[in-house]
């Protein structure tokens, strides 16, 4: 999975995150956990689009190198983010899973409830954790 390096800024109830290496995405919010959550949808819609348009991803940088190429101002107060990109390939692979009955169960339950298989359910959930803990 490939990580792209967010600059995260602001304060109060303004915060921001842009991206060195992906021109024109960025993500806001009140806080800076929801203008991280926000540019982590931003760069999974940014990249789908490109993708739709048969346009390259353009080659992700080390936080090291943004360092070195001066695009992190920590005395500013600038922080560096790492935002995981999960893009679907549209191959779905078939896996065994090993669950407690239990879970298993509370998983049907909430996939039913949702209007989603199993599977459905599963990757959905996997992808929101991933997502969320990079």
């Known amino acids: ?13 303004c915060w921001g ?3 060195p290496d992906l021109p024109g995405c960025h993500g806001g919010g009140v806080t800076a956990d929801a203008a991280i959550a926000d ?3 931003a760069v ?3 990249a789908e689009h490109r993708k ?4 390259p991803m353009p080659v992700f940088r080390s936080l090291g190198q943004i360092v070195r190429d001066g695009e992190l101002d920590v005395a500013a107060g600038e922080t560096a983010v790492m ?18 009955a239990a879970l298993l169960e509370a998983i049907d339950e909430a996939a039913r409830a949702r209007g989603l298989t199993r599977s459905g359910f599963i990757a959905s959930a996997a992808r929101e954790k991933i997502m969320a803990e990079g």
């Not at 739709?52 to 346009?55: D, R």
């Open 83 to 100: 935002i995981p990109l999960l893009l679907d390939i549209g191959r779905p692979v078939r896996a065994n899973l090993s669950l407690d």
């Open 52 to 55: 739709g348009k048969g346009v």
């Open 39 to 41: 540019a982590t949808s």
């Open 44 to 46: 999974r819609k940014w």
């Open 1 to 13: 999975m490939v990580r792209y390096v967010g600059v995260l800024d602001g304060s109060g109830d």
């Open 17 to 19: 995150v842009r991206f």
